[in-house]
């Protein structure tokens, strides 16, 4: 049941909660792992991929809940972040101080995201992405130290502005359509889309989805909010939250609620390619591991609002195939970072090199991710990306179909130095007695290049599968 992605994490955070001392602490992360999991197994048993629209506790508790392909998609890979999220911070958390604090955001967070994807109303997309938000302030903000301070706190002047725009979007389209529910906006659209009034409230909630989720020119937060955040943090922020928060909301919003809009298409292709741009030439010129993969991240948001744009079913379905491959390869590279910094010490390039021989599990996963990241074959990555220039290619946006393509070139530019001054060479004497990361650590690592080496290899099976039904987002 629907309602059950919603209640079963809050029950959750109020039972550990009532739970005091030792008692609480040593079930922390237990409790968070199962119900991950349980959504896991929820979202991949086949009798929940035809959910129902409407149920008897869903309409008891007010929510309009709605289940598509695209809500199990990312009911996935909020499941598989989380999971990921919870074995680093296992083992980077002291035991003491922040294991419950930090397992009960991390409830509340999972709470907010399964909301935002299952909703169908407007205010209520806007009040859940606000919760995820305000985890996230909380995430980046967790050690406490300067530098995470001032990146939470660059973070919230930022998404102030996003709030406003979206809720004063909100009260235009309830003067607009009379109700904020994603078939009461939809309909007025498409009857008086034309009217001042409807294009600015359009504008304004697409500008707030595009600071959410740090697309240029709103993405000026986002790498110091990476990169100062805890590993934990940095996994749960760049793999999943800032997706649910910003960009599912423009995949949303674009196939189910706004119609069919040449203007609307116009702005996420040229913000598409900007992002890209911008994030992939940003990344070359850092010399620290968070920073490059924070700077990856808006070049790879970018190639998933770029197939948004296309307008058709096909770009619709690489976005989100996209969005999927990005939340498991860039949870997978963090979770690297964070074996890195754990064993050196520092995320500084500078001051690594030679690591592969020292840590060779840390070292081929990093590899697989990297080559996903690229787009390179056999990986998930590859794919999506294709399918991207293809629907482009097929959408008669020929220049920016070759843009795309040219610019995985960077994309594998970076990545490869990034590789190479981290886990190639000869190793700096002060490394020579380096260790593999945690067991903690390597089983994510494990268990994320295996997701994406699997979404690539089986290909094939999964375009007519899932792929064309995201597309028509059934």
Not at 53 to 61: D, N
């Amino acid at each position: 049941m629907l309602p059950l992605f919603l209640l079963v994490p809050f029950v959750s955070l109020l039972i550990l909660n009532m739970l005091r001392g030792r008692a609480a602490r040593r079930i922390a992360f237990t409790l968070v792992s199962v119900v991950a999991l349980g959504q896991i197994v929820a979202v991949l048993w086949p009798p929940a991929r035809d959910l129902p629209a409407t149920e008897p506790l869903s309409a008891f508790l007010a929510l309009g809940l709605h289940s598509d392909s695209l809500s199990q998609v990312l009911l996935l890979s909020i499941g598989i972040v989380v999971m990921a999220a919870v074995a680093v911070g296992r083992a980077t958390l002291s035991y003491d101080k922040h294991r419950v604090n930090f397992v009960s955001v991390l409830l509340l967070s999972l709470a907010a995201m399964n909301g935002t994807v299952l909703l169908s109303d407007m205010f209520s997309l806007y009040v859940f992405v606000e919760v995820t938000s305000v985890c996230s302030f909380t995430l980046v903000a967790f050690d406490r130290t300067r530098d995470s301070l001032e990146g939470a706190f660059k973070y919230l002047i930022v998404s102030v502005v996003a709030t406003v725009l979206m809720l004063v979007s909100v009260g235009l389209l309830l003067l607009v359509a009379g109700g904020t529910s994603f078939d009461a906006v939809a309909n007025a659209l498409r009857n008086g889309g034309a009217s001042p009034l409807a294009r600015t409230a359009v504008a304004a909630f697409v500008c707030g989805l595009f600071v959410k989720g740090g697309v240029v020119p709103f993405h000026g937060w986002l790498p110091g909010a990476y990169s100062t955040a805890p590993p934990s943090a940095s996994v749960l922020l760049a793999g999943i939250m800032t997706k649910v928060s910003g960009v599912y909301g423009l995949i949303r919003l674009t196939v189910s609620v706004f119609p069919p809009n040449a203007e609307l298409n116009w702005v996420l292709l040229l913000a598409g390619a900007v992002s890209i741009a911008v994030g992939a030439f940003g990344a070359l010129r850092q010399t620290d591991m968070k920073w490059l993969l924070s700077y990856s991240s808006i070049s790879q948001v970018g190639y998933i609002v770029l197939g948004l744009g296309c307008g058709t079913p096909l770009g619709v379905a690489a976005a989100i195939l996209h969005l999927f491959n990005h939340a498991i390869f860039k949870s997978l590279l963090f979770i690297n970072a964070a074996a890195v910094e754990q064993r050196t010490g520092t995320t500084n390039m500078r001051l690594l090199g030679g690591l592969g021989s020292r840590m060779p599990t840390t070292s081929l996963t990093s590899t697989i991710a990297v080559l996903s990241t690229a787009g390179i074959p056999p990986f998930s990555g590859f794919w999506s990306k294709l399918v991207i220039v293809i629907a482009l290619w097929q959408s008669q946006h020929y220049a920016y179909a070759a843009f795309a393509a040219m610019l995985s070139v960077v994309t594998l530019t970076y990545l490869l130095t990034m590789q190479r001054r981290v886990f190639f060479g000869k190793t700096a004497a002060h490394l020579l007695e380096t260790r593999e990361a945690r067991l903690g650590l390597v089983l994510p690592e494990v268990a994320l290049a295996l997701v994406t080496t699997a979404v690539g290899v089986l290909f094939p099976w999964i375009v007519g599968t899932f792929l064309f039904p995201l597309g028509g987002i059934r």
